[in-house]
């Protein structure tokens, strides 16, 4: 999810110690390593529960957990948790810019997690930047018509008839078994159906980039804008009182401890030697390996296979985990001498004006002069650092070609800060959402010892991550430890 109307600029190495490398008395790669080194015997660690990824579902996860009287780890590869919680702090204005995560769903469980970490919230209705471009035709969009009364029977006919008949879009993907057609219909059509078209190019905003938002199954589009969303969308949004989105983390961080380990490689996983639970070598920088023996496994990362390759993954795991693919998203902050504006990227003859794919969703001032948030939307998962960049600097050209922006923008931008935000959107085609996908990914949940949370089972939105581990993960790990 990403707010690119809300302007919220209020007041490292990725740890990757890579598998491969070879660490004293390990050799080979991939699941064909082993110990070779019998003499050496790595530190071990006993917990409940071991939790592979320190993002918004990990460390979420890591608090319940240890509320509930679970002793947990959390292995982290980076050198710091919170996932897509990424900010820049402007070293001359010393102002700071969320460029991952910047809002929140206005919920009770919202409000109850950062109460719990004592990190004070705000609230905010979204803003509007003022000019609207192509970005990639260089074409001014006028102010949208008033659409005040499409909209409002639009979100009139969607409660009453979509979120009504599917009570589970905010939590996880529990797609009913025969899996019901229409949520494998293209979106545009599906919104027809149920007349409310009007909302689409809000839940495109909203989700930005949530792929085409004509074509992607409906599932996917309705998951675009649940209860919590809406509720927010029309009313005010949760942020951090302190303007950084990463006090959450830096307060989940205190709260954890030792109990987090940062810069942290996964050598080995083995999930099916003993029943009663799993042991997993692990490296963090510049430390020797350790042992970590845990009575149960919650992974947290997104679960492609590139993502996955060390576990021991069964053969079903396989099939299921090789249907996803993802979309690419690329953000940070750049800077151009002499702009100061903010623009949204409005695509002028798109269906429901949807920006042109590859493309930013727009150029959002932070506050600090010359210096604009960037957020480029990419069909594939696979985008480079000078391919984000690329982007930028295209679409300055184009704008500056009409003027918008000073003659030598696309030369003159630097990039102080950038983050590669791919795979986002992890999801499998329609042809799987038909054929079951969904019952057979909930059914892996609690097998061998494991279980799995993040955007990837219920939708790109802290919420959505939030509320599947307080409905389905907490309750079945606390279940399976004994600790009801
Ligand atoms: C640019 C952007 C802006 C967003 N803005 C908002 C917003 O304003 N509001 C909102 O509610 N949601 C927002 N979202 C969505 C939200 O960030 C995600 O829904 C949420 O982060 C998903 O949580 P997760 O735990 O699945 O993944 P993540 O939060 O990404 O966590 C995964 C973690 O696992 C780690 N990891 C990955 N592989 C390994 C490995 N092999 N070993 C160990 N660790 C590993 C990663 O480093 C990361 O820390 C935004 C997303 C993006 C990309």
Same mark, same amino acid.
Do not use: C
């Given at each position: 999810?990403?707010?690119?109307?809300?302007?919220?600029?209020?007041?490292?190495?990725?740890?990757?110690?890579?598998?491969?490398?070879?660490?004293?008395?390990?050799?080979?790669?991939?699941?064909?390593?082993?110990?070779?080194?019998?003499?050496?015997?790595?530190?071990?660690?006993?917990?409940?529960?071991?939790?592979?990824?320190?993002?918004?579902?990990?460390?979420?996860?890591?608090?319940?957990?240890?509320?509930?009287?679970?002793?947990?780890?959390? @292995?982290?590869?980076?050198?710091?948790?919170?996932?897509?919680?990424?900010?820049?702090?402007?070293?001359?204005?010393?102002?700071?810019?969320?460029?991952?995560?910047?809002?929140?769903?206005?919920?009770?469980?919202?409000?109850?997690?950062?109460?719990?970490?004592?990190?004070?919230?705000?609230?905010?209705?979204?803003?509007?930047?003022?000019?609207?471009?192509?970005?990639?035709?260089?074409?001014?969009?006028?102010?949208?018509?008033?659409?005040?009364?499409? @909209?409002?029977?639009?979100?009139?006919?969607?409660?009453?008839?979509?979120?009504?008949?599917?009570?589970?879009?905010?939590?996880?993907?529990?797609?009913?078994?025969?899996?019901?057609?229409?949520?494998? #219909?293209?979106?545009?059509?599906?919104?027809?159906?149920?007349?409310?078209?009007? #909302?689409?190019?809000?839940?495109?905003?909203?989700?930005?980039?949530?792929?085409?938002?004509?074509? #992607?199954?409906?599932?996917?589009?309705?998951?675009?804008?649940?209860?919590?969303?809406?509720?927010?969308?029309?009313?005010?949004?949760?942020?951090?009182?302190?303007?950084?989105?990463?006090?959450?983390?830096?307060?989940?961080?205190?709260?954890?401890?030792?109990?987090?380990?940062?810069?942290?490689?996964?050598?080995?996983?083995?999930?099916?030697?003993?029943?009663?639970?799993?042991?997993?070598?692990?490296?963090?920088?510049?430390?020797?390996?350790?042992?970590?023996?845990?009575?149960?496994?919650?992974?947290?990362?997104?679960?492609?296979?590139?993502?996955?390759?060390?576990?021991? #993954?069964?053969?079903?795991?396989?099939?299921?985990?090789?249907?996803?693919?993802?979309?690419?998203?690329?953000?940070?902050?750049?800077?151009?001498?002499?702009?100061?504006?903010?623009?949204?990227?409005?695509?002028?003859?798109?269906?429901?004006?949807?920006?042109?794919?590859?493309?930013?969703?727009?150029?959002?001032?932070?506050?600090?002069?010359?210096?604009?948030?960037?957020?480029?939307?990419?069909?594939?998962?696979?985008?480079?650092?000078?391919?984000?960049?690329?982007?930028?600097?295209?679409?300055?050209?184009?704008?500056?070609?009409?003027?918008?922006?000073?003659?030598?923008?696309?030369?003159?931008?630097?990039?102080?800060?950038?983050?590669?935000?791919?795979?986002?959107?992890?999801?499998?085609?329609?042809?799987?959402?038909?054929?079951?996908?969904?019952?057979?990914?909930?059914?892996?949940?609690?097998?061998?010892?494991?279980?799995?949370?993040?955007?990837?089972?219920?939708?790109?939105?802290?919420?959505?991550?939030?509320?599947?581990?307080?409905?389905?993960?907490?309750?079945?790990?606390?279940?399976?430890?004994?600790?009801?």
């Amino acid at each position: 999810m990403r707010f690119s109307q809300l302007v919220v600029a209020l007041p490292s190495l990725i740890g990757s110690a890579n598998a491969n490398q070879n660490w004293e008395g390990w050799a080979g790669s991939g699941n064909q390593t082993k110990w070779s080194n019998p003499s050496y015997s790595p530190d071990v660690v006993d917990i409940d529960v071991a939790i592979i990824g320190g993002g918004s579902g990990g460390i979420h996860a890591a608090i319940q957990l240890k509320d509930a009287g679970a002793s947990v780890m959390v @292995i982290e590869k980076k050198d710091q948790i919170g996932g897509h919680t990424e900010t820049y702090t402007n070293p001359t204005t010393g102002v700071v810019t969320n460029v991952g995560v910047i809002v929140f769903e206005n919920t009770d469980l919202v409000k109850r997690y950062f109460a719990r970490l004592r990190v004070p919230i705000i609230t905010n209705a979204l803003e509007t930047p003022s000019s609207r471009y192509d970005f990639a035709l260089g074409i001014p969009i006028p102010p949208p018509d008033d659409q005040q009364e499409a @909209i409002q029977a639009a979100v009139q006919a969607y409660t009453e008839n979509v979120l009504s008949k599917y009570g589970w879009i905010d939590q996880g993907f529990l797609v009913p078994d025969p899996v019901p057609e229409e949520l494998y #219909l293209p979106f545009a059509q599906f919104a027809e159906n149920y007349n409310f078209s009007a #909302l689409l190019p809000l839940i495109a905003e909203l989700n930005w980039y949530t792929g085409n938002i004509t074509t #992607l199954p409906a599932l996917y589009g309705i998951k675009g804008l649940g209860p919590g969303l809406l509720g927010s969308a029309f009313g005010e949004f949760i942020l951090s009182g302190t303007g950084n989105s990463r006090s959450l983390y830096d307060a989940a961080l205190k709260e954890l401890g030792s109990s987090v380990l940062l810069s942290t490689t996964i050598l080995n996983i083995d999930r099916h030697s003993n029943s009663t639970g799993v042991t997993l070598l692990v490296a963090q920088r510049g430390s020797a390996p350790k042992t970590i023996r845990a009575r149960k496994l919650l992974v947290a990362i997104p679960p492609i296979l590139k993502n996955i390759w060390s576990f021991d #993954l069964s053969r079903q795991e396989q099939v299921i985990f090789s249907k996803f693919f993802s979309l690419g998203y690329y953000a940070g902050v750049a800077h151009v001498p002499g702009f100061d504006g903010s623009f949204t990227n409005v695509g002028a003859f798109t269906p429901f004006n949807q920006p042109i794919i590859p493309g930013n969703n727009g150029f959002i001032a932070t506050g600090s002069p010359g210096e604009f948030l960037i957020g480029g939307g990419f069909d594939r998962g696979d985008v480079t650092d000078e391919e984000g960049k690329e982007l930028v600097r295209e679409n300055l050209a184009t704008l500056a070609a009409v003027g918008a922006v000073p003659a030598d923008a696309a030369n003159s931008v630097t990039f102080p800060y950038t983050s590669d935000h791919t795979p986002y959107h992890v999801r499998v085609t329609a042809e799987d959402i038909k054929a079951g996908f969904y019952a057979k990914l909930l059914a892996l949940q609690g097998s061998r010892n494991t279980y799995w949370t993040g955007a990837a089972f219920t939708g790109h939105n802290s919420a959505l991550v939030w509320n599947w581990n307080e409905g389905t993960i907490v309750p079945g790990l606390k279940k399976d430890l004994g600790l009801e």
